[in-house]
């Protein structure tokens, strides 16, 4: 059957109250940029839930799979939206219940009465309702408490609102609501998840990634920009700034101690990764690390790391094991891109030994012995700023920062 529009639900917006209209905007403007380039739609919003109207010509299971993405919205109903008259309701239920039923299922009737003006009470029409479903469809029996599935039928002022399916939409609050941060994006499994996690509350990410070509190759910065456009799918777009990380990277295993050289390059990667959050106007620098898994994420590399910024450092994947990650990798599609195997520039120098309880004040000797702002000024001026679209090849936003 033919579905005329899609009704969206939100999620912890209907929990806002002054300001509800500011994220129900920004709500509709992330639906609207997900549909590119579709055609045959209209997006009407209001306070409570928001309507796309839908032409006929245009695939419905698209929408539904592109809306359902967006963070914000907690559900999605193909809906059939009829007049008020009785026996158009009933037709229009009949219709619905065959488009979901099985032979041997059990069915319930649950009518919404919005509209208290309305002649007829709940409970009437729910036995009207069902009795014509019953009549049309023999096989079909009512199970009020367990029901296979539901036949929902909305009476609002504007007409009778009809849908048995319920899709889960992608929760959260809608991007562009809660701040801007900079996510340090490698290839691996992690940082994607931890760029979609911080945008499921609501936040706007620009991306960096460091790499150091002829170390790393062009198939693992291509990998990072896949990542890029799997979470743009949720975003619209992301701004990812490509870091030549080559000068700095050979220097300090010219300077530091083999085993210290990983805590070194994650500091001069935050340095860099400290002033393009200053230049962009992000409030906090995001990134995939988690407690204990590596030897650059215990509590005491931490520490020795973070002291070369003052900027907020999100990690949302903090305290979760591996198994959960993969799993919340799989779930938003990055999983089978980051196992390819193209490996980062942290990857291929990883030490033998790697300390993993580096002291500050030692790292902070080692490095200086050699005066790296040249080089950390050199990078900055050539990192290369990519758009990232879901849809289309990514365009340069700008040379360089």
């Given at each position: 059957?033919?579905?005329?529009?899609?009704?969206?639900?939100?999620?912890?917006?209907?929990?806002?109250?002054?300001?509800?209209?500011?994220?129900?905007?920004?709500?509709?403007?992330?639906?609207?940029?997900?549909?590119?380039?579709?055609?045959?739609?209209?997006?009407?919003?209001?306070?409570?839930?928001?309507?796309?109207?839908?032409?006929?010509?245009?695939?419905?299971?698209?929408?539904?799979?592109?809306?359902?993405?967006?963070?914000?919205?907690?559900?999605?109903?193909?809906?059939?939206?009829?007049?008020?008259?009785?026996?158009?309701?009933?037709?229009?239920?009949?219709?619905?219940?065959?488009?979901?039923?099985?032979?041997?299922?059990?069915?319930?009737?649950?009518?919404?009465?919005?509209?208290?003006?309305?002649?007829?009470?709940?409970?009437?029409?729910?036995?009207?309702?069902?009795?014509?479903?019953?009549?049309?469809?023999?096989?079909?029996?009512?199970?009020?408490?367990?029901?296979?599935?539901?036949?929902?039928?909305?009476?609002?002022?504007?007409?009778?609102?009809?849908?048995?399916?319920?899709?889960?939409?992608?929760?959260?609050?809608?991007?562009?609501?809660?701040?801007?941060?900079?996510?340090?994006?490698?290839?691996?499994?992690?940082?994607?998840?931890?760029?979609?996690?911080?945008?499921?509350?609501?936040?706007?990410?620009?991306?960096?990634h460091f790499h150091s070509p002829p170390f790393t190759s062009e198939e693992a910065k291509q990998k990072v920009i896949d990542l890029t456009r799997i979470m743009a799918e949720t975003a619209g777009e992301i701004k990812l700034h490509l870091v030549p990380f080559t000068e700095i990277q050979k220097t300090i295993h010219k300077v530091v101690p083999e085993n210290m050289t990983m805590t070194s390059t994650r500091r001069m990667m935050l340095k860099i990764?400290?002033?393009?959050?200053?230049?962009?106007?992000?409030?906090?620098?995001?990134?995939?690390?988690?407690?204990?898994?590596?030897?650059?994420?215990?509590?005491?590399?931490?520490?020795?790391?973070?002291?070369?910024?003052?900027?907020?450092?999100?990690?949302?994947?903090?305290?979760?094991?591996?198994?959960?990650?993969?799993?919340?990798?799989?779930?938003?599609?990055?999983?089978?891109?980051?196992?390819?195997?193209?490996?980062?520039?942290?990857?291929?120098?990883?030490?033998?030994?790697?300390?993993?309880?580096?002291?500050?004040?030692?790292?902070?000797?080692?490095?200086?012995?050699?005066?790296?702002?040249?080089?950390?000024?050199?990078?900055?001026?050539?990192?290369?700023?990519?758009?990232?679209?879901?849809?289309?090849?990514?365009?340069?936003?700008?040379?360089?920062?």
């Amino acid at each position: 059957m033919r579905y005329d529009q899609l009704l969206v639900r939100y999620g912890e917006l209907t929990l806002k109250s002054g300001n509800r209209h500011t994220f129900v905007n920004q709500l509709k403007g992330n639906v609207k940029h997900a549909l590119i380039p579709l055609t045959g739609y209209q997006v009407h919003a209001n306070r409570d839930r928001m309507y796309i109207h839908l032409d006929e010509h245009i695939d419905v299971e698209e929408v539904i799979r592109r809306v359902s993405k967006v963070f914000g919205i907690h559900s999605v109903s193909p809906v059939m939206r009829v007049d008020k008259e009785l026996e158009t309701i009933k037709a229009a239920a009949v219709l619905v219940a065959k488009d979901v039923d099985q032979e041997g299922r059990t069915f319930k009737v649950d009518v919404k009465r919005y509209d208290k003006n309305y002649p007829m009470e709940t409970f009437e029409l729910q036995q009207v309702i069902g009795g014509a479903i019953l009549k049309d469809i023999e096989h079909l029996t009512v199970n009020v408490r367990q029901p296979d599935y539901k036949v929902t039928v909305e009476i609002r002022q504007d007409g009778a609102y009809l849908y048995s399916r319920i899709e889960k939409g992608a929760g959260g609050l809608p991007v562009g609501t809660g701040g801007k941060t900079l996510l340090m994006l490698s290839g691996g499994i992690d940082s994607p998840v931890a760029g979609i996690e911080v945008m499921k509350r609501g936040v706007t990410i620009e991306a960096i990634h460091f790499h150091s070509p002829p170390f790393t190759s062009e198939e693992a910065k291509q990998k990072v920009i896949d990542l890029t456009r799997i979470m743009a799918e949720t975003a619209g777009e992301i701004k990812l700034h490509l870091v030549p990380f080559t000068e700095i990277q050979k220097t300090i295993h010219k300077v530091v101690p083999e085993n210290m050289t990983m805590t070194s390059t994650r500091r001069m990667m935050l340095k860099i990764a400290d002033r393009v959050a200053g230049n962009i106007n992000a409030q906090a620098i995001v990134n995939g690390e988690n407690l204990g898994q590596v030897a650059s994420q215990t509590l005491g590399s931490m520490h020795a790391i973070n002291a070369v910024t003052n900027m907020p450092i999100l990690r949302p994947l903090l305290t979760l094991d591996k198994d959960e990650i993969i799993i919340k990798a799989k779930d938003i599609g990055t999983f089978e891109t980051s196992i390819k195997p193209f490996e980062d520039c942290c990857t291929i120098f990883t030490p033998k030994n790697p300390k993993t309880n580096p002291k500050l004040e030692k790292m902070e000797k080692f490095e200086s012995r050699f005066d790296f702002e040249p080089l950390l000024n050199a990078a900055i001026d050539h990192i290369e700023v990519l758009t990232i679209t879901k849809e289309r090849p990514e365009e340069n936003f700008s040379d360089f920062l």
